[in-house]
C-alpha cells in the first residue's frame, strides 16, 4: 500500500516561529509538491521539486522555502511564521513525466497565533 | 492565467440521488484531473481525463475539450460520496490549477 506522510496532522505556533513542516513517501517517486488548501481558494501551489536539491517556485511561494535532501523527503519551512499562514498544507508526489496522476498526503493543519 | 470554476459551490442530496458537478475552465489543458476530498481532509484521485469518458462503478467522467469543461456524474449516491470534490487542470507547465471545489453532501 502506498504512502505518503505528513509530520503533523495539527499544529499550533505562535507569530514569528520558525515551522517545519515535513512529508515523506515511500513510492519512489520523482516529483514532489506542496499545497496550501483555504476556504473559497481551492488548493494553491507553494513549491514543487522534479528532483533532489532542485525546486520550483509555484503560485505563492511568498514567505515559504522548501528543501529536498533526499528523495523521498521534501520540507516545507516557514522562517518567520505570520496569521496570514494559517491554513490546510498538502503535500504530493507523481512520478517523473506522469503528471496525470498525484498522490495526497493527509494534510496538516496549522494554526498561527 | 487559467481559470478554473466549478458548479455548484454546494450540493445537498439525498442518499440514492444522482448529481452532475461542472468544471470550466478559461484555455486549453494538457491534462485534467478528479479528486475527491473526504471529511478528514484526504484528497483521493477520481479520474485522470484531459478528454473523453471514463467509468469507475457509480462514478463518471467526462471532457470536452474544445469546449473547455468537464462534468463529473455521481449515480446512486451514497453517504460516504460526501466531501468536497476538485478539478485541476495543468496547461503543459507541469502546475496544476485547481478549482475552488463542490461541497457535496449526502444525507441517510
Known amino acids: 500500500d502506498v504512502k505518503v506522510t505528513q509530520s503533523s496532522r495539527y499544529l499550533v505556533k505562535r507569530t514569528g516561529e520558525k515551522v517545519f513542516l515535513e512529508c515523506v513517501q515511500d513510492?519512489?517517486?520523482?516529483?514532489m509538491f506542496w499545497y496550501r488548501q483555504d476556504p473559497g481558494l481551492g488548493l494553491r501551489l507553494i513549491y514543487f521539486?522534479?528532483?533532489?536539491?532542485?525546486?520550483e517556485k509555484g503560485d505563492i511561494p511568498e514567505g515559504y522555502s522548501v528543501s529536498r535532501e533526499k528523495k523521498e523527503r521534501f520540507s516545507l519551512i516557514l522562517e518567520s511564521a505570520s496569521t496570514n499562514q494559517t491554513s490546510m498544507y498538502l503535500c504530493?508526489?507523481?512520478?517523473?513525466?506522469?503528471?496525470?496522476?498525484?498522490?495526497f498526503g493527509p494534510g496538516t493543519r496549522l494554526l498561527v497565533l | 492565467g487559467i481559470q478554473v470554476e466549478q458548479s455548484p459551490p454546494d450540493l445537498i442530496l439525498q442518499e440514492g440521488a444522482n448529481s452532475t458537478l461542472r468544471c470550466n475552465f478559461s484555455?486549453?489543458?494538457?491534462?485534467l484531473q478528479w479528486f475527491h476530498q473526504n471529511p478528514w481532509g484526504q484528497l483521493i484521485n477520481l479520474f485522470y481525463?484531459?478528454?473523453g469518458t471514463k467509468q469507475n462503478g457509480r462514478l463518471s467522467a467526462t471532457t470536452v475539450a474544445t469546449e473547455r469543461y468537464s462534468l463529473l456524474y455521481i449515480s446512486s449516491s451514497q453517504t460516504t460520496d460526501s466531501g468536497v470534490y476538485f478539478c485541476?487542470?495543468?496547461?503543459?507547465?507541469?502546475?496544476?490549477?485547481f478549482g475552488t471545489g463542490t461541497r457535496l453532501k449526502v444525507l441517510a
Open positions: 504530493a508526489n507523481s512520478q517523473q513525466g506522469r503528471w496525470e496522476t498525484q498522490y
Open positions: 481525463i484531459p478528454s
Open positions: 521539486s522534479y528532483d533532489v536539491k532542485m525546486k
Open positions: 485541476a487542470v495543468d496547461t503543459g507547465t507541469y502546475k496544476y490549477i
Open positions: 513510492m519512489d517517486h520523482e516529483n
Open positions: 484555455d486549453s489543458v494538457n491534462n
